[in-house]
């Protein structure tokens, strides 16, 4: 299979479609997934994003009134689910990986397990702290920012494991992408602080980076020149997530530290219903990709969310 950067540069200067998915809750059907992929075959994304769920601590009241402490993981099956996408697709699928909730030890077999199944490109994350805590904190042994196991997958493509034995290791050949806010990371302090972090995780060999959300494209742009201006010079695909709902109005901001532009606010506040509301985000969308293919973005990438429908209209338009 192909890495992201391979897509890009074979597209010669034409815009990407992808997009990124969630698995299921866990004990839901992996078909309606798999459903919802499939009529974005359409737009030949050349690689989908699969996301990955941290433990969680949760407390549950038991038949004899006792309230049990319980770790589990709602949504688990990333690995399996990018197999499932390979076969049945035969597009790249690209694992995020995380620091929270694993050790330099877990990480490596969960990167000896993405490079067995013949899986070429992961994104780099640190993750988000355990719910329902607000701070993150790294496992003992394991990594605090995303730039420390970027690290890690640039020395497994140079063939170097941790407590290496004597026997020549095996290089992986992974493409290695990254997360930016254009909007800021919440925790940085300003923006510059975030730069220089943003910069590192290049450095230690990320190859390209995706953006959180934005529903102001001049956030986008800003960003990207800032990027040049620091010397980042890897692709900076944009993700976009056309609102769905009124309540996202509040819910999306919250959530992904982003501001909504004044003028979507006031178009999505007339609405009667979510299904008015549905219809805004996606002309909205609409008018952000078009804008963004003009000023010749590498690519243009999803959150699906769950959900296709709104995605296929947008997608119609664009590509
Ligand atoms: P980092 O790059 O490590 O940065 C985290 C913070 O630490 C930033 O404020 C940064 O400025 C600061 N920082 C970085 N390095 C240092 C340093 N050396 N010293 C001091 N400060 C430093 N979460 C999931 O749980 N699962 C997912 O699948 C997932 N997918 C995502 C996909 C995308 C495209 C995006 C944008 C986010 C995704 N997230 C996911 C959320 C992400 O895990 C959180 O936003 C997390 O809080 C930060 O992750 P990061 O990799 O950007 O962290």
Redesign the pocket.
């Known amino acids: 299979m192909a890495k992201v950067s391979d897509h890009i540069r074979q597209a010669n200067g034409k815009t990407i479609f992808s997009i990124?998915v969630i698995p299921p809750i866990k004990g839901d059907n992996l078909k309606n997934l798999l459903d919802n992929i499939e009529p974005l075959m359409e737009f030949k994304p050349p690689f989908i994003?699969v996301?990955?769920?941290?433990e969680e601590y949760i407390e549950r009241v038991e038949p004899d009134g006792t309230v049990k402490k319980i770790i589990t993981r709602k949504r688990p099956g990333t690995v399996g689910i990018c197999s499932a996408i390979m076969h049945k697709f035969g597009v790249d699928p690209v694992p995020?990986v995380?620091?929270?909730g694993f050790t330099k030890e877990e990480t490596e077999d969960f990167l000896i397990d993405l490079h067995y199944l013949g899986i070429d490109n992961v994104?780099?994350?640190?993750?988000?702290?355990a719910k329902p805590f607000d701070t993150?904190k790294p496992k003992t042994n394991g990594y605090?920012?995303?730039?420390?196991l970027v690290t890690q997958v640039a020395n497994m493509n140079r063939g170097v494991y941790l407590h290496e034995g004597s026997h020549a290791m095996t290089p992986s050949n992974f493409c290695i992408g990254?997360?930016?806010?254009p909007e800021k990371?919440?925790?940085?302090i300003d923006h510059d602080?975030?730069f220089?972090?943003?910069k590192?995780?290049i450095d230690k060999g990320a190859d390209y980076i995706?953006?959180?959300m934005f529903f102001d494209n001049q956030k986008y742009f800003d960003f990207v020149r800032r990027c040049r201006e620091a010397g980042i010079t890897v692709p900076i695909i944009p993700?976009l997530k056309p609102l769905s709902t009124r309540k996202q109005l509040q819910v999306l901001p919250r959530l992904f530290h982003l501001e909504m532009p004044a003028d979507f606010v006031k178009a999505v506040e007339a609405c009667e219903d979510d299904k008015q509301a549905r219809q805004v985000g996606i002309d909205w969308c609409i008018q952000q990709c078009r804008e963004l293919t003009k000023a010749g973005v590498p690519g243009l990438?999803f959150y699906t969310m769950g959900k296709s429908d709104n995605i296929v209209k947008i997608a119609r338009e664009i590509f």
Request: with cysteine; proline share 2%.
């Open positions: 990124e994003d996301t990955y769920h941290r995020h995380l620091c929270g994104l780099v994350l640190r993750g988000d702290p993150f605090a920012y995303a730039s420390e990254v997360a930016a806010y990371h919440f925790e940085a602080t975030d220089r972090y943003l590192l995780k995706v953006t959180q993700g990438h």
